[in-house]
């Protein structure tokens, strides 16, 4: 029954050390599904990166009858993810990797001080087993994405490749109501135009602003866009919108739709 | 003794008291596995079961499911015995390195059951710890399933695979072996004697100081993963990255003060480059409404989820 292990994998079995590795030893965050997701894409991984910057953020006073950008703290935002994520393609450029898979991007608060907000950027550095230079960047550094190998695998056999990761933020201070405009609306139901508004010009903002990366780093199109709202420990009525995703680029030439492969349907019955 | 068992007791009498005997044995036992582990052996007790086991006597024991039976089964695959391991760790001078030393004692007691069992492979490792915060002290429990290949002899240095048999058999097919656990953990202090982290006046700025402290010790924490993992494989899958950052205000004669700490936790895996993948990926798109179970796959590491309190260091 053990002639269908490969042979490698028996002498391991067996406690016996195989030669040493010239490789030397890599290091990553893939689950075993996008490990071996990512290497039958052609990639191989070799080297966590990962990016860091405490920020301390700016103060600034929203008008209270005015629904508006804060610029302060979108710059801060913007600034702060931008040095995370400098840092981290740093870290790529460092150990040659041809781009970065799975980028996690996440803000702490620290307990100490509420001006204070760290950023993350981890992902894992891979490099084309072949050898092959046509999966970099526009500017010739390592492409980064926030897509887990899975994706990976699926965009590149939709004839897609990752260019950059891409991302607008926004925050917003949205207009508090006058004691007036409140007691005119006592017991009926309307709908709050202002904060409808102010909803969307700041999520349109920061659309727009990811639009504006994706452009400037020559990509076709944005895949895996997540637009979401949060408030990292600022004043209520400020809200951040955050919208990110991967900008995309066909590979050599786009495939022709009737050549991509149509996924079989199933319906699972495990449960 | 709570109450109610206080009333069952002055109802029905007390438990019958063991008998002299029953407790010498008891006495006996425990003084037998506190030698053996001090003497980096498999107690007596565990390694009889496990030979049982391993000869057939008594009954196989296995942490698969029936599907992950059926998949060992047909890669020639027999579970032998459940194996497990614990080190109770007091965090002395470092709670960071108190982890990785844990884990690691753990691992090597997890690995000398396996080979007491025969087995070429631990599968299903899960890592455990119970949150009981008994003075600053944390367990480090290890549980599987030893295996053994048709055909291949006992290995005298079984791996250690912190994934289930699915994924298991997933990566042997794939000429990918995980072998075992590599930790990569690092703490370090920052003294701020020149204020330079007060930004209290201060608009949109990065705190150089902080940040760092924070690289550093990230990348002297990847450093001792890699170094970990060197003498297992040539790469790991990390599933743990867990970081915490504390202050300490200025007291007499010492400046306010920052500790960062690190820790990793990951599979090691033995793969060579460049070897394809052997099997076709079929898409399919699963038309169940809600969370498909062809997704439903266990957590494996529960214990930093739990135990995130916070001791020295």
Redesign the interface.
């Known amino acids: ?2 002639n ?3 042979a ?3 002498e ?4 016996l050390r ?1 030669s040493v ?1 010239s ?11 996008e ?3 990512v ?2 894409a052609g990639f ?2 070799i ?2 990166c ?1 990016g ?8 600034q006073y929203a008008n209270w009858r005015k629904s508006e950008e804060m610029t ?1 703290l979108s ?2 935002m913007y ?2 993810r931008e ?1 995370a994520m400098t ?1 981290m393609r740093a870290e790529a450029t460092a150990m040659g990797a041809d781009g970065i898979v799975g980028v996690k991007l996440t803000i702490k608060r ?4 509420q ?2 907000l ?1 950023f ?1 950027a ?1 992902g894992t550095g891979v490099v084309h ?1 072949e050898g092959h230079q046509g999966f970099r960047a526009h500017d010739g550094g390592p492409f980064t994405s926030d897509l887990s190998g899975q994706d990976f ?2 965009l590149l ?1 939709a004839g897609y490749r990752p260019v950059e990761m891409v991302m607008g933020s926004c925050v917003y201070h949205v207009a508090h109501r006058g004691f007036m405009a409140s007691m005119s609306t006592v017991g009926q139901n309307v709908e709050l135009e202002n904060f409808t508004s102010a909803m969307y010009e700041a999520r349109e903002i920061a659309i727009e602003r990811m639009q504006q990366e994706a452009a400037a780093a020559k990509a076709e199109g944005v895949v895996g866009v997540d637009m979401h709202e949060g408030n990292h420990g600022w004043q209520t009525h400020v809200i951040e919108f955050f919208a990110i995703g991967t900008a995309v680029l066909p590979i050599d030439q786009e495939i022709a739709p009737e050549k991509i ?8 019955v ?2 | 003794m709570g109450l109610l068992d206080w009333l069952r007791n002055a109802a029905v009498g007390p438990p019958p008291a063991l008998s002299p005997q029953e407790q010498e044995a008891a006495l006996r036992r425990q003084a037998d596995i506190m030698v053996s582990l001090r003497a980096g052996q498999v107690p007596s007790v565990v390694r009889e079961r496990l030979e049982a086991s391993r000869q057939g006597r008594l009954p196989w024991i296995a942490t698969l499911t029936p599907a992950e039976l059926l998949l060992a089964r047909s890669h020639g695959i027999r579970p032998i015995g459940a194996v497990s391991a614990t080190c109770w760790m007091h965090y002395g001078w470092s709670w960071t390195l108190g982890h990785s030393q844990g884990w690691e004692a753990a691992l090597q007691r997890l690995r000398a059951e396996a080979v007491a069992a025969g087995a070429n492979a631990v599968l299903d490792v899960k890592m455990r710890s119970i949150a009981l915060g008994v003075e600053n002290s944390m367990d480090f429990s290890l549980v599987g399933t030893a295996v053994r290949i048709d055909g291949l002899p006992p290995s005298p240095e079984p791996v250690i695979a912190t994934v289930p048999a699915l994924e298991f058999v997933k990566l042997i097919d794939a000429d990918v072996v995980p072998t075992g656990i590599a930790i990569g953990a690092h703490y370090d202090w920052l003294n701020d004697w020149r204020g330079s982290t007060d930004l209290r006046w201060m608009g949109n700025i990065e705190s150089g100081a902080l940040t760092r402290h924070w690289e550093a010790v990230r990348r002297q924490a990847h450093a001792r993963l890699r170094q970990s993992a060197q003498g297992q494989g040539n790469g790991v899958l990390a599933h743990v990255n867990f970081s915490q950052m504390f202050e300490f205000g200025e007291r007499e004669n010492q400046p306010r003060r920052y500790l960062a700490r690190h820790i990793v936790v990951a599979t090691v895996v033995d793969a060579r480059r460049g070897v394809p993948v052997p099997h076709d990926i079929q898409m399919v798109v699963d038309l169940r409404d809600g969370i498909s179970p062809l997704l439903n796959t266990t957590k494996h590491h529960q214990a930093y989820q739990q135990n995130d309190e916070d001791g020295p260091i």
């Open positions: 029954m053990t269908n292990l490969p490698h994998a028996v391991r079995l067996k406690g195989s590795h490789s030397g030893v890599f290091t990553s965050d893939f689950s075993v599904n490990f071996l997701l290497r039958k191989e991984p080297g966590l990962v860091t910057c405490v920020y301390h953020c700016g103060i302060v710059k801060a600034h702060a040095l840092r620290v307990e100490w001080d001006n204070l760290e993350i981890l087993g695998w699926t056999h492969q149509d996924p079989a349907l199933v319906l699972s495990n449960n």
